[in-house]
């Protein structure tokens, strides 16, 4: 008999690091299986986390598809299901299903240099694919992130991208000015039109608010990017995560079967309707 | 296999399936539904059309997933809940009915098959009767590829002859179903097949409400995403869900947990339908919404059915049963809408 | 023997009069039937129809509604709205097939404790021959 | 007799002196007997217009559309909005006005009278012509309708297919309007509450068996709350998500938000929902009958908005949508207000 893909998993709450507090906080979780069901996945794959008696939410996995041990989630509060996991301690168990979606094309962007543009909670999504990129090195070109949020209170892994300096050129950005600043100050697609990554061989990876993303791929397109070489992913509310219930239907597709990663040359023939 | 059976005698066949969940077209008010019953005498195959299509079975409003216990010490219980396993019979399936099933087949099929869905239609025996006269003044299933007498989806399809059915059986289930009562089921003379065949051109003739032109539409809807159309003809929609929940062929749903006690926390996770008419289908927990008007959900219905399910299925997602055309409180006309789309802009 | 039934009654005390009064009935050593959930609001007025039906939803046997007398109403007038308001929502409950015993308001002071303890001892004792009130609880 | 001449000549004259934005009102429709929605904004297609006893839509519902719009527009056009009302639909402009949910100067109010006579049933009708096409619906003033199918002339008494409100309805009238069409001509009504005495005359058991029966069929499609022009409410109980949710609504509040109906379709929540819908239209319910009409399942609606209506005359005296100043039904009282119920 086929597998009821609508049954989660349980898993436990392993770890829980507060990225940003105030009134949108976001908390990082990592959750380990009871048992080894084989969860393998893709990077930009999103997963349905469940808490029983609030709800499921689809939340894209921000580790690395090459750590096994664990999957790690970045959530900002937002509604019902996202507060309840907010309240959630270390040991707690929550359900998980999936994964689900068609994730980044990293096989395709080989010996490519990536550039990684990201905003607010948008980094999430990036991490699983910026740490792919680095845990398989060699196969990839120059590394470059740029990334920014409202205030440097608000960026996430906030530590990380500290070590992450080391590794490749990060690009950092806030959007008013504030004491001991000493990066970019603006918003992120001002930034990308500051910092000028060159399209040549590259691909970039944007995730964020809309609007943002909307006006980092206008800046991609002024400085020379194709479309096909810009990548960014779509969210729409989901229930099913299996191209059933219709809710996240654009066009002729499903974001949480055939998305949530699209490049602009996709996007631009859907819908605008997310 | 094509037998013919007297009229006479359906009671007795029914009378032979008591161990199935049998089901029949009952009026109740005003209005037609299915219904369960043990009472083979309560089969009616005479009947316009059901309010609710076979859809409420086969897929019901209400589906529950599972079963969850939360209490503060130990781990969450989480209790798989499937359908019961009970063989039923739809008696009286109007052939766009049926030929819906065989979309929401499409859709609940594919790389993740919907377990609940398919246990429900894998059990269940669909037995079509024809339409010698259209049963709804708004049937227009010949326009969308549809015919009065169409076995899509049917296991059986009933023709009646005036004192006997004409009966044919298209699938293993159905064939199981007529060996049930072997004796009662004869050999079809020339006669009846002269009559079926003059019955069916005659039935297909009396199908007065059509769509010209089907294949320019989908075309032509591509190209209207943007229209201003869209304001014009949702203007008088109330953003009801009769239309969808209505729909034989529309299959979107919502998955709650829903709780029946706090301490510890108990509840099920349950399935309901949901509509692209709602406000609430698509909005975002920030509040964004990406369809926001009435326009945009008229749009996503339309085009939904006649683009999108078309691009992917191959298939327009109608069957011309008419039903949300009639019901529609405001008095909606699908075909109306259709035929200005082909005709937009020229 | 079948344990005797014990109704289950949700009462919305305003805080003012019959909050107290059942406190006064509290301390005073009063004796009445524990049945009684009691949920203090501040004012009759306050009580949304809502609250009502979720009460019966989520398994109460009756329900009580229970504000100052007139003329005394800590805001004046709450108690008058309350009164229209939960004259048609009794109308209505009796309307769809409610037992009309389930549903019940009361003015008590907050000097009344020996009223209020007799409200709860009738109103258990019209409850217990009805049995449970499966009508409007959750069927989920 | 109303003119539908006259109807034509009146919107004709508003839209070219330009007092009006556009104008709704009736046009035949392409499917069925009943005329749908005609949203006019030029003078030539007035000619579109229809007014006949089958003109049963409560077109006022549209104002809470036309509202939601106009608060999303930048500069929105302030004329008034053209509305055809009947008598039933004229009370329900008077609530939107007592609730200040519209001002006097949004709408220009074409009222016909329904005289002596009402609108029809359209199940009813169709039952008594067995499925012909209905040409021309006429009323004879001998309380008949004349209906012309292609088979010809019928003559069916008022009674047998009036649409039930209009059985009951005294104000057969618009009692606010711009412009009047036709007389203002009371109808005697011997019992204006008969149909729900019957329901009261039941058993508590027997009432419960009517309407659980009833409720159990609904499939909470929210036809009768979206045809409904009271049920204005940007966030319902029956709704899962609050729409009055704006980015500055914090994660807190939509997690708080309490479920009070749940979506399932199941006996206790329909019956929530139906009774919070019911009471919500205490007092000002108009009894247009639309949730009724609208159902696909044919649940009777109606009679629980009628009980409250019966209710808030005969206890406190109170008819609704005969005047925009009074105050509504709960948020008064008289200090005789009986109180017999209460211990």
Known sequence: ?274 | ?346 | ?140 | MVSLEDLKKEAKQILKENKVKYIIGYKKSTNGLMPVPAFIKEPEEVEKLVWDPTCVFNLTRYLVDEKRRKTKEKEPDERPVGLVVKGCDSRAINILLQEKFINREDVYLLGVSCENTGVLDEKKLTKKIKGEKVKKVEFDEKDNFIITTQEGKTKIPAKEILANRCLECKANFPVIYDVLLGEKAKRSIDNPFESIEKIESLSTEERWTFWKKQLDKCIRCYACRSVCPMCYCDECVADTISFAVTADTTAEEKAQKIKWVEKSPVSSENFIYHMVRAIHLAGRCIDCGECERACPLDIPLRFLNRKLEKEAKELFGFEAGFDPDQPSLISCFKDEDPEDFIR
């Open chain 2, 1 to 346: 296999m094509q037998k013919v059976l007297t009229k006479k005698s359906l009671p007795q066949w029914v009378k032979k399936l008591l161990s199935y969940t049998i089901y029949t077209p009952v009026e109740e008010d005003d209005h037609w539904n299915f219904v369960a019953t043990d009472n083979p005498e309560d089969i009616n195959l005479d009947y316009p059309l059901t309010t609710l299509s076979p859809k409420k079975i086969i897929f019901p409003q209400r589906e529950i997933f599972l079963e969850f216990c939360d209490s503060t010490e130990g781990n969450p219980e989480v209790k798989e809940v499937l359908p019961a396993e009970k063989s039923a019979v739809i008696f009286g399936v109007r052939p766009c009915d049926a030929k819906a099933l065989t979309f929401t087949d499409k859709v609940f099929g594919g790389d993740f098959k919907d377990i609940y869905y398919w246990k429900r239609r894998n059990q269940t025996t669909l037995v079509g009767i024809s339409c010698n006269t259209p049963p709804y003044t708004n049937c227009f299933c010949v326009s969308v590829n549809g015919s009065p007498y169409s076995k899509e989806g049917l296991d059986i399809l009933l023709t009646d002859l005036g004192d006997k059915y004409f009966v044919e059986t298209y699938t293993k289930k159905g064939e199981k179903l007529l060996n049930l009562a072997k004796g009662l089921f004869k050999s079809p003379t020339a006669k009846d097949k002269k009559d079926l065949e003059k019955i069916r051109i005659d039935s297909k003739k009396k199908i007065k409400r059509q769509i010209k032109n089907i294949k320019k539409i989908p075309p032509k809807l591509k190209e209207m995403f943007d229209s201003p159309f869209w304001d014009e003809e949702s203007m008088s929609c109330l953003r009801c869900g009769i239309c969808t929940y209505l729909c034989p062929t529309c299959h979107c749903f919502d998955i709650n947990d829903e709780i029946t006690s706090s301490s510890p926390i108990k509840g099920k996770r349950i399935r309901t339908w949901d509509t692209c008419q709602f406000p609430d289908f698509t909005m975002h927990s920030s509040g964004h919404n990406p369809r926001p008007d009435k326009a945009s959900r008229l749009r996503q219905r339309i085009l939904h059915k006649f683009l999108y399910f078309v691009d992917r299925y191959q298939n327009y997602q109608c069957t011309g049963c008419g039903r949300c055309i009639s019901l529609c409180p405001v008095g909606i006309d699908l075909l109306e809408v259709l035929d200005k789309v082909r005709d937009y802009g020229s």
């Open chain 3, 1 to 140: 023997m079948a344990e005797e039934f014990e109704p289950k009654i949700v009462a919305f005390l305003c805080k003012w009069c019959s909050s107290a009064g059942s406190d006064l009935a509290g301390v005073s050593r009063m004796e009445y039937p524990y049945n009684v959930v009691p949920i203090t609001v501040m004012c009759s007025g306050s009580i949304s129809p809502l609250y009502i039906l979720s009460a019966f939803s989520r398994g109460a046997d009756g329900v009580l509604v229970s504000g100052c007398h007139p003329g005394d109403c800590h805001y004046i007038k709450g108690n008058f709205y309350a009164r229209r308001r939960i004259a048609l929502i009794n109308k209505l409950l009796d309307f769809i097939g409610l037992e009309p015993q389930r549903f019940q308001m009361s003015w008590v002071s907050a000097a009344e404790g020996t009223k209020y303890t007799e409200i709860i001892k009738d109103f258990v004792k019209e409850l217990k021959p009805l049995g449970p009130q499966t009508k409007l609880g959750r069927d989920l």
């Open chain 1, 1 to 274: 008999m086929d597998p009821n893909t609508y049954i989660p998993k349980l898993a436990k709450i392993t770890h829980i690091k507060e990225e940003v507090g105030g009134a949108r906080p976001i908390k990082t979780f990592r959750t380990q299986f009871f048992e080894n069901n084989n969860f393998s996945f893709k990077c930009g794959q999103c997963a349905m986390l469940s808490v029983f008696g609030k709800g499921e939410s689809m939340i894209s996995i921000s580790s690395t598809p090459l750590i096994k041990d664990y999957l790690q989630f970045s959530i900002l509060k937002m509604g019902r299901v996202t507060s309840s996991l907010h309240e959630k301690q270390v040991e707690d168990i929550i359900g998980i299903r999936g994964p689900y979606g068609n994730g980044f094309p990293v096989e395709k962007w080989k010996r490519k240099n990536l550039i990684f543009i990201g905003g607010g909670i948008g980094l999430a999504p990036i991490w699983s694919v910026l740490n792919t990129a680095l845990g398989k090195r060699e196969d990839y070109g120059d590394l470059t992130l740029i990334y920014g949020a409202r205030t440097s209170k608000d960026l996430v892994f906030k530590e990380e991208l500290e070590e992450l300096r080391k590794k490749m050129t990060v690009h950092l950005s806030v959007d008013v000015e504030e004491p001991d600043w000493k990066e970019f100050v603006g918003f992120v697609p001002q930034n990308v039109l500051d910092k000028k990554p060159s399209p040549k061989n590259a691909i970039a990876v944007t995730c964020g608010p809309p609007i943002m993303i909307k006006f980092v791929i206008k800046a991609l397109e002024d400085l020379g990017f194709k479309d096909e070489q810009i990548y960014t992913t779509v969210e729409n509310k989901m229930k099913c995560g299996v191209g059933k219930c219709g809710k996240c239907n654009i066009g002729i597709h499903y974001v949480c079967q055939d998305g949530p990663v699209y490049s602009w040359a996709e996007l631009k023939k859907l819908p605008q309707e997310y």
